[in-house]
């Protein structure tokens, strides 16, 4: 199992745009599809955006399309979440995570969880 990192969360008023950060400590996270998921207060985790490991398809909740945009660079061994637009119902703590198989909003289907950042979107 990888064990993920995120960084990059913060408090941000909204309209603005925040840059989360997923690496892998110790091992690379080039052979594995990667997903954002999030979890506001008394609600359940859902997905937000996944990536293959080529970067070659990208999927993406709909409640932020066309706001948040998913990349990776595998030399760096990163992936990144850029949000913007952001609104208060994007508070929430971002976590990222590591497909066994192929890219979903299935939390199954993940076997490597970070720990989470906190994204505050208010004014």
């Known amino acids: 199992q990888l064990q993920l990192v995120e960084s990059g969360g913060g408090l941000v008023q909204p309209g603005g745009s925040l840059r989360l950060s997923c690496t892998a400590s110790?091992?690379?996270?080039?052979?594995?599809?990667i997903a954002w998921f999030r979890q506001a207060p008394g609600k359940e985790r859902e997905g937000v955006s996944c990536?293959?490991?080529?970067?070659?398809?990208?999927t993406y909740a709909d409640s932020v399309k066309g706001r948040f945009t998913i990349s990776r660079d595998n030399a760096k061994n990163t992936v990144s979440l850029q949000m913007n637009s952001l609104k208060p119902d994007d508070t929430a703590v971002y976590y990222c995570?590591?497909?066994?198989?192929?890219?979903?909003?299935?939390?199954?289907?993940?076997?490597?969880w970070g720990q989470g950042t906190r994204v505050t979107v208010s004014s």
């Open positions: 110790g091992r690379t996270l080039r052979y594995a599809p």
């Open positions: 990536i293959t490991i080529g970067g070659g398809s990208r």
């Open positions: 995570a590591a497909a066994r198989t192929v890219c979903s909003f299935d939390t199954t289907n993940f076997n490597s």
